[in-house]
């Protein structure tokens, strides 16, 4: 007996993963007594241990080095840097090196094809076997007495190794996940943007489930939850969170019923958004879910419960190899082109808007080089405006999707002074946008071709990544050039913030300069540069070829 004592002593979780767990089972402090036994063993197992979790990130370090794709920079000194550090590790760590990873870090996993045929509601099953992907839902509530709300509930999951090597170590394709539940509630009449602390566990846990009939998504006791053993909709969203925000801390809780009114449409081309010979990702969307009039939903501030009575949601799913973070190319001429064009900036600005009228418009702007000037300002006037093209759906009363593109200008900025856990997220004190101008061409209507949109929380919306990387999302109100609201939505905002020494701290690094340098891009030497011109030169055919088949550009 006292053997077993000293196995579970020496597997259970360090107190940064306790608290995660804690937070999704909905408990402010970890508490193993109110634990089902089946889970705590789960939690206390060698699978699940630090040791393990150190392990296995080293194995597939160590594979990457030993088989190098050919046509990429050399990884080395990177893998080299991460194997030194990787003897014990947390899921929450591994995690967020995820993104210190090589452009080789795609190996492995599923490329995404060229003819996805999504097959709906069949495909809003997580897709364990890429690289990432996330089950995302916004939307806008009012309460009968007539006070707005911005709600966002996200399950976002990384599979840590390529499925191959999981399945090698002896995981599951559940128990190879790391999820992290974003949620937040925007107060619009408050002024107040309540952010829950992003809980990351591992599907190692056991706190990771999901059945496909009837659609259930559990992550501890936060779930997705179908109503119905053949449909995804109606659907009950269930989500707890902690923000120790210093300026409004809170517990915020919502219960929310959706049914969704005009179905489903592909976002891209036919779902590619994009997919280039392997890289990119698969995405689709509902741009009309209301409020089940069946059920009563609710969402709750600090124990106070607020009916909802009426609004609209937006769901998104989409997955992707390559994609976060960036990778490579399946073929060797796809690598060598790649190596021949400084990467453009990440990040983007995304938004989508329910408009009375019963029409939508969903677009994005990709963050681009001539755009740079205006990432990562922390000075203490904010940026002029900015500028930028916007392209992506236009959805008519009958739910049919087309594609539609225009202009974007950010004429307001807001900082960023907030953050739900100082101690782990640190404030970035930098500049977002904060009102946008939009002008849109045919096929969208006349009367939404130009409006603009502002968050309804005017003081900041932003919110963490469990990797430490921040980004921006709330609620949204819409206007016409007469100052009359038309609809509402949601803007989102990424990549504008440079934190790079949180994110090494939350990776368990040293902070040094050989740490940092993780972060970076490992730059294309002058003879791999003159290498991969000759390689396409020669290959130009295979290029051509490969890129006629490339969908969602």
């Not at 900015?386 to 009958?398: H, R």
């Not at 594609?403 to 997220?425: H, L, Q, R």
């Amino acid at each position: 007996m006292g053997s077993n004592q000293d196995v579970i002593i020496l597997n259970q979780p360090d107190e940064e993963t306790k608290q995660n767990i804690a937070y999704a089972l909905w408990q402010k402090e970890y508490d193993e007594k109110s634990i089902p036994k089946h889970i705590l063993d789960k939690i206390n197992s060698e699978k699940n241990s630090n040791t393990s979790i150190g392990s296995r990130i080293k194995h597939h370090y160590q594979d990457l080095l030993r088989n190098p794709l050919s046509l990429l920079p050399s990884y080395g000194g990177r893998y080299g840097t991460l194997i030194s550090h990787s003897d014990s590790l947390s899921a929450h760590q591994v995690y967020a090196r995820s993104i210190m990873q090589g452009l080789d870090s795609v190996k492995g996993y599923l490329p995404i094809p060229y003819e996805p045929n999504i097959n709906l509601p069949k495909f809003d099953v997580p897709q364990w076997k890429n690289q990432v992907g996330w089950h995302f839902f916004v939307g806008n509530y009012m309460t009968s007495e007539g006070k707005h709300y911005g709600v966002e509930m996200m399950f976002w999951q990384y599979a840590i190794l390529p499925p191959g090597t999981a399945a090698e170590l002896g995981l599951t394709e559940i128990e190879n996940q790391v999820i992290e539940l974003h949620l937040a509630i925007s107060d619009e009449a408050a002024g107040v943007h309540y952010r829950a602390i992003p809980t990351i566990v591992a599907g190692t846990t056991g706190l990771v489930e999901f059945t496909g009939s009837p659609f259930c998504y559990k992550m501890g006791k936060n779930s997705i939850t179908a109503l119905s053993n053949t449909s995804t909709f109606p659907i009950r969203l269930q989500a707890w969170g902690l923000d120790k925000g210093a300026t409004n801390p809170a517990e915020i809780e919502i219960d929310i019923y959706l049914d969704n009114i005009k179905g489903y449409f592909m976002q891209g081309d036919d779902g590619c958004s994009p997919s280039v010979d392997g890289v990119g990702t698969l995405y689709y969307s509902a741009s009309n879910l209301q409020l089940s009039q069946k059920h009563e939903s609710s969402i709750t501030i600090n124990g106070n419960r607020i009916g909802l009575q009426k609004g609209k949601a937006w769901y998104d799913h989409q997955w992707g190899t390559g994609f976060m973070p960036s990778g490579s190319p399946q073929h060797a001429v796809m690598r060598a082109s790649q190596n021949l064009s400084a990467p453009a900036p990440g990040g983007w600005d995304w938004f989508m808007v329910q408009f009375k009228s019963n029409i939508e418009l969903t677009f994005a702007a990709l963050h681009s080089k001539a755009n740079q000037q205006f990432y990562g300002q922390t000075g203490p006037t904010p940026p002029v405006n900015m500028q930028a093209n916007v392209s992506g759906k236009f959805i008519d009363e009958q739910g049919k999707a087309a594609n539609v593109a225009g202009t974007m200008t950010v004429t307001e900025w807001v900082k960023s002074e907030i953050s739900p856990d100082n101690d782990v997220y640190w404030v970035t004190n930098t500049w977002y946008p904060n009102k946008y101008e939009f002008t849109f061409d045919s096929p969208a209507p006349e009367s939404i071709r130009k409006f603009t949109l502002t968050p309804i929380v005017r003081t900041g919306q932003t919110g963490f990544f469990a990797t430490g990387l921040q980004y921006s999302e709330g609620g949204a109100i819409a206007k016409d050039a007469n100052g009359n609201e038309i609809g509402r939505g949601f803007a989102e905002a990424t990549a504008y913030a440079s934190n790079p020494k949180n994110v090494i701290a939350i990776a368990g690094l040293p902070e040094s300069d050989q740490s940092l340098e993780l972060l970076r891009p490992t730059p294309v030497s002058i003879g791999l540069y003159l290498i991969s011109l000759i390689y396409l030169i020669f290959n130009y055919g295979e290029f051509k070829k490969i890129m006629a088949q490339a969908r969602g550009l």
